[in-house]
């Protein structure tokens, strides 16, 4: 049973730093899991200049593992519909920076193909590896 803070679809962690810090440590954790950050967007920005709200610092990160996403299209075509993986980096209060990443098993368990779910679990595991690492 997954608790209030929970997403089926996600998993995370909440870790002591400024978000610049954590932000830098989680780009460094993703290259030495062989992923590269394909694309940021900074939510809190965007919403500042478009709608004028105030908000936390807030980015997601496009990562991507060039090897294993070269396995996923070649098995599913279509499966960039659902990449890159995504991962979050939010400023909280006292210090904190929560860091939330998609659940590549939960996303690609849409695509009824054997090979795309065993390329999850390995997104997966790496996946953990960057969030224990942080902290």
Do not use: H
Not at 20 to 44: H, M, N, Y
Not at 101 to 121: K, R
């Amino acid at each position: 049973m997954l608790d209030e803070n929970q997403v089926a679809y996600g998993f995370d962690t909440t870790v002591s730093g400024n978000f610049d810090d954590v932000r830098a440590k989680v780009v460094d954790a993703l290259k030495t899991e062989g992923f590269g950050v394909l694309t940021e967007i900074d939510v809190s920005a965007t919403l500042k200049a478009k709608l004028g709200k105030e908000m936390p610092r807030y980015s997601i990160l496009g990562a991507c593992n060039p090897a294993l996403a070269s396995q996923a299209i070649t098995a599913e075509p279509e499966i960039g519909l659902l990449l890159p993986c995504n991962v979050v980096v939010q400023e909280r209060p006292g210090g904190k920076t929560k860091v939330s990443f998609m659940d590549p098993v939960s996303v690609l368990a849409l695509v009824s193909n054997p090979q795309v779910t065993e390329l999850g679990w390995q997104v997966r595991q790496k996946l953990e590896k960057v969030r224990d690492s942080l902290g």
